[in-house]
């Protein structure tokens, strides 16, 4: 694959890590993520398995290092496997350090091993609760035991787990230092996520279930003895190693402490869609020029450097005047986090 200068967005922050929803469908309906009756894309409208497949390899060749795979939930997806093989190629070229995926884990225990096998390492799983009741409530459709049942065959693949928990208040306050017991045991790593202002849920309080990853940090500290961490995994999150247990745990925290000076990434919808920025709503479609060209890649191409040039400095997520300042109006779903 021919190597092509690299992409620089307006600040100077070269852009390394592209997030790919594959799907924006799921099995389970997480109250903060999504409406409980969703009306999902046509699928017409989605990129086909070959399509994403050419997509991301533009971006490989425009100096992309780190894929991510989100939804939706992308193991729902019909034939995803084929897709995760065909990024294969750019890990074992060396075009690519890292692909990687988020999941609900419903489906780890019948994905595990193909993942491994096409060259996956390492999987972040979405668990906000281990109390099975108050699971079925916050993901509507979910069981907690199927994604028990994943996590153990992820683990017992090779695959490296880490935990993502949103942090809500009221919801699993109660239970932080179960989580972080649960997870030492487990030898997994752990990363608080705050609640983000995306999507009109009907009825779901956005600033009501906003809990702030610091007051999570200050609890934690009742306990343990906490030491910041230099390193950083391509994402957003800080980490602390909590000196009792050995463990690293992160703190995403768009909204109490904004991260985007150091922003390298940008997220493609399963439609095609570019958002240059988590939270905002300006986004360049690139369907567009990969439909209208199928054997020339340079319109493509341009139209993604086109939209880097249009990447703003960071987002507007507000809680502080107690409402969701900055909310944008599309499900976190529909982006894929």
């Known amino acids: 694959m021919m190597q092509q200068p690299p992409l620089i967005d307006p600040f100077a922050r070269a852009i390394t890590y592209l997030r790919v929803s594959v799907t924006d469908r799921c099995d389970f309906r997480c109250v903060y993520c999504m409406a409980e009756n969703m009306t999902f894309l046509p699928k017409k409208e989605l990129l086909t398995l070959e399509e994403l497949d050419r997509m991301c390899s533009a971006f490989v060749g425009l100096g992309v290092r780190k894929l991510r795979i989100t939804g939706g939930e992308p193991l729902v997806r019909r034939g995803i496997m084929t897709f995760f093989n065909a990024m294969g190629r750019h890990l074992e070229s060396g075009a690519l350090d890292e692909l990687t995926l988020t999941t609900n884990g419903s489906q780890l225990e019948k994905f595990a091993h193909d993942l491994y096998a096409a060259g996956v390492r390492r999987v972040n799983v979405s668990l906000d609760t281990l109390d099975a009741e108050k699971f079925a409530r916050v993901t509507r459709w979910g ?195």
């Open 143 to 337: 069981k907690l035991d199927q994604v028990m049942r994943g996590i153990h065959a992820a683990q017992a693949a090779g695959l490296r787990v880490k935990i993502n928990t949103v942090a809500l208040k009221g919801f699993n306050e109660a239970e932080l230092f179960d989580i972080v017991d649960w997870c030492a045991g487990r030898d997994m790593d752990l990363t608080f996520i705050e609640v983000m202002p995306m999507g009109d849920l009907g009825n779901e309080d956005r600033v009501g279930q906003y809990w702030s990853v610091r007051d999570v940090r200050s609890r934690l500290e009742e306990r343990f003895t906490t030491v910041d961490l230099a390193e950083r995994s391509g994402g957003p999150a800080r980490y602390v190693r909590l000196e009792e247990t050995g463990q690293k745990v992160g703190f995403i925290t768009p909204l109490s402490h904004n991260f985007c000076e150091s922003c390298n990434r940008v997220r493609l919808t399963c439609t095609g869609e570019l958002y240059m920025c988590l939270g905002q709503e300006d986004m360049a479609d690139l369907r567009a020029p990969l439909r209208a060209s199928p054997d020339d890649d340079a319109p493509l191409v341009a139209a993604i450097r086109a939209a880097i040039e249009r990447k703003p400095k960071g987002h507007d997520f507000d809680y502080s005047r107690q409402r969701a300042d900055g909310q944008v109006s599309r499900h976190m779903s529909h982006t894929g986090g």
